[in-house]
């Protein structure tokens, strides 16, 4: 009998479930039914009818969208969100008869991205590998280093800690002229400009990580006479990572930001921010989104790498227990 009950409560759950699909289905069905005729036409017929269409779709899309997230955990809403509204902004863009050199549909970024494939990847070769990446490991370096000289010395922390909250507050928009022609041209200024901008961030989390060391914890290491390396290794530092993968994570983002911000004052002829800059000033504007998809699934992949390195080391911390 209870099993009996249990299944005639699953089935209107499970017939809503299936109308949310359909309907998530249909909208993006319809959306890209516009989108492609639309495509094969000089003209817009019938305007307002294909407006109130695309927004109902819209509406709908998302309310079934909603309904399939209360029941999956995983990326698939996510991914039907993305999607649904990539197809309502080409739609909404070719009912509108938006011109290409203001604003390109998502279909023509996807052709730009696909033709100048080979450019692109270049360009992220120089933005991301030889600036961002570099100027990330040698500011994580320098950073961890000054923290634990920081740490260990309160001199250093009266003295050093303030400038690095200062320091850490500069604009990115700020340092980057003045460091682009200072070292020069090439890659190395965009890659100091980047460590500049990491060091700080690490500095300040991983000195209070530090020093969040429960002291419980080091009155047992010294009742056991545990030297103070055996105290540093076995208490501080774990204590210390998750402040460091957060300062990690901050860092990420910090990192290709500046890299592409510096190459707005300066550079030999390659990087995203260049190309941002120079087909922007020629109105090639799908050739520009499509280099900031590039960027931004670069930043997220990064970002993505440092979370997954946090669990791996931090799975341990209370924030994973569920």
Request: with cysteine; aromatic share 12%; proline share 5%.
């Amino acid at each position: 009998m209870a099993s009996h009950a249990v299944m005639k409560e699953n089935r209107p759950a499970s017939s809503r479930t299936w109308v949310a699909w359909v309907v998530v289905l249909l909208a993006h069905a319809v959306l890209f039914w516009v989108s492609y005729s639309l495509s094969q036409q000089n003209g817009v017929p019938q305007k307002p009818l294909l407006l109130a269409l695309i927004w109902v779709c819209l509406v709908a899309g998302l309310a079934g969208v909603g309904f399939v997230a209360r029941l999956r955990k995983d990326f698939l809403p996510a991914a039907l969100l993305f999607t649904v509204t990539v197809l309502f902004v080409e739609a909404l863009l070719r009912v509108n008869q938006v011109p290409a050199g203001l604003i390109p549909t998502p279909g023509r970024v996807m052709v730009a991205l696909y033709n100048a494939r080979e450019v692109l990847m270049l360009d992220v070769f120089y933005t991301f590998v030889l600036e961002a990446l570099i100027g990330f490991v040698a500011g994580v370096v320098i950073g961890v280093l000054s923290s634990t000289l920081v740490a260990r010395f309160k001199f250093l922390e009266l003295g050093v800690l303030p400038y690095a909250s200062i320091f850490s507050s500069i604009p990115i928009v700020a340092l980057a002229p003045v460091m682009v022609k200072a070292i020069g041209l090439e890659w190395p200024s965009k890659a100091a400009v980047v460590a500049v901008t990491v060091i700080f961030p690490i500095i300040v989390n991983v000195v209070r990580g530090l020093q969040s060391a429960s002291p419980l914890h080091l009155d047992l290491m010294h009742s056991y006479a545990a030297s103070p390396m055996r105290v540093f290794f076995d208490v501080r530092v774990p204590t210390a990572l998750p402040y460091f993968f957060n300062a990690l994570k901050i860092s990420t983002t910090l990192s290709l930001i500046s890299a592409i911000v510096a190459e707005f004052f300066g550079t030999t002829g390659n990087g995203l921010g260049f190309r941002i800059q120079i087909e922007a000033g020629r109105f090639n504007f799908d050739i520009v989104w499509a280099a900031i998809v590039v960027a931004s699934v670069i930043g997220i992949l990064f970002f993505s790498l440092i979370g997954a390195l946090e669990k791996k080391f931090t799975g341990w911390h209370a924030s994973y227990r569920s």
